[in-house]
Every structure is written in structure tokens, then in C-alpha cells.
């Protein structure tokens, strides 16, 4: 993504075998097998797996939008229609595939690969927060369990507006307390291994960037 772009991330659902990773495209999960445990808990705080695993259709409670958001997730693609009227159906396909006979399923993915036949849903989700950005508030946890359990629970604008951190008691620094209301950020340079940002404020500030975990 070049210098001044605002990168973004996919949500891929039953593209492959599990629903989060593709290839070519930068997604929540990553590659799966290979991200960190706590990148993981976070997923499984978004997903219900076994749902999304199912042969029946996609409920609003099989994913956490507000979490997904907060992710930079901005567009979907999927096998199975999503029941989010806050989300902006782009592209449908003319029959549900994974309706379908085994057959049907290889007639469409013949007729999908070698002409201009769509099998997927992709929705464009204006939710979606920026890969960094400022946040008011912070709001503090003991443990990490507390801190994950907390922000799936919490609404887009609570998770918009505050930073959600482990702080332990007694802990020898006192937590941030941004008071910053002038804030700018600028994307320098953005790839694989380096992010470069140019910041500027008027205070304390505290500045969210959205990265999964890679080795």
C-alpha cells in the first residue's frame, strides 16, 4: 500500500478450509496456524467457530462486528450471506452455493474459475476503524481474560474511544491519561516488517495501531 493510502483488512469466510486466512490479501487471522495465542483469543472472542462450521446460515451472534471493526476489517467475503443491515451488500452471487449438491457446488466452482460466474457475498463494512488512531480514553484490566472478555462485550464507540490495557495493581508508573483534543497522524511508510507514521498533538496522547501478531 503506497505512502498516504489507508490500509485495510479482509474477512474471508469459507474460502478454505478455515474460515479466516487467504492468500494474497491482508486478513484479520493472518495465516492461520501460524499466529500467536493471544491473536488467537482475540478470534475466538470474534467467531464462533463451531457456528461458522455448520451447514446452517450465518447468525448475528456467529460474529462480533464491533470486534471486527476495531480490527480494520473492512470488507467480507463469503460463502453464506451475512445478516448485518448495518453492512453494504456490494456483490451477490445468482444462487447460494453452499445450498447446492455436491454437483451443483462443482458445477459453479467449474463455471467459476473459467468465466465470469460469482460465488461469493462481498460486503463492504463502514464500521471499520483506521489501521492507528487516537483514542480519549483508557480503560485498565488486571488480567488479560478480563481485558478480552471486557472489549467483546463492548459497542463500537466504546471500543473507538478508549485504549483497553493489562495494568496490574501496584504496578510502578501510573497508567497514561491522555488530554490531547489536536491530534494528526500521517502514513509515511507502510510494508511487511515497517510501519512509519508521522504524529503530531497538542498533549498526552495515546495512539492505537491494530497489527496482528506475526513471527
Do not use: C
Amino acid at each position: 500500500i503506497a505512502a498516504g493510502k489507508k490500509p485495510f483488512r479482509v474477512g474471508p469466510y469459507y474460502l478454505y478450509s478455515l474460515p479466516l486466512p487467504a492468500y494474497g490479501i491482508e486478513t484479520i487471522g493472518g495465516w492461520y496456524p501460524f499466529i500467536g495465542t493471544r491473536i488467537r483469543h482475540y478470534l475466538d472472542a470474534v467467531n464462533n467457530y463451531e457456528s461458522l462450521d455448520s451447514v446452517g446460515e450465518i447468525t448475528q451472534t456467529d460474529f462480533n462486528l464491533s470486534l471486527l471493526s476495531l480490527a480494520n476489517v473492512k470488507y467480507f467475503v463469503s460463502f453464506k450471506p451475512l445478516p448485518r443491515d448495518d453492512l453494504q451488500l456490494l456483490v451477490a452471487p445468482a444462487e447460494n452455493s453452499w445450498k447446492l449438491s455436491t454437483a451443483g457446488k462443482l458445477d459453479l466452482a467449474l463455471r467459476y474459475n473459467f468465466s465470469d460466474t460469482n460465488k461469493y457475498y462481498i460486503y463492504q463494512n463502514p464500521h471499520a476503524f483506521p489501521r492507528f488512531f487516537f483514542t480519549p480514553g483508557v480503560r485498565l484490566f488486571e488480567s488479560q481474560e478480563d481485558l478480552l472478555t471486557a472489549m467483546a462485550e463492548a459497542d463500537i464507540e466504546t471500543l473507538r474511544n478508549n485504549a483497553f490495557l493489562t495494568w496490574p495493581p501496584g504496578a510502578s508508573e501510573p497508567p497514561p491519561d491522555p488530554s490531547s483534543s489536536a491530534q494528526h497522524i500521517e502514513l509515511v511508510e507502510y510494508g511487511a516488517d515497517r510501519l512509519v507514521l508521522k504524529v503530531a498533538t497538542d498533549g498526552r496522547s495515546f495512539l492505537v495501531v491494530t497489527n496482528n501478531y506475526s513471527p
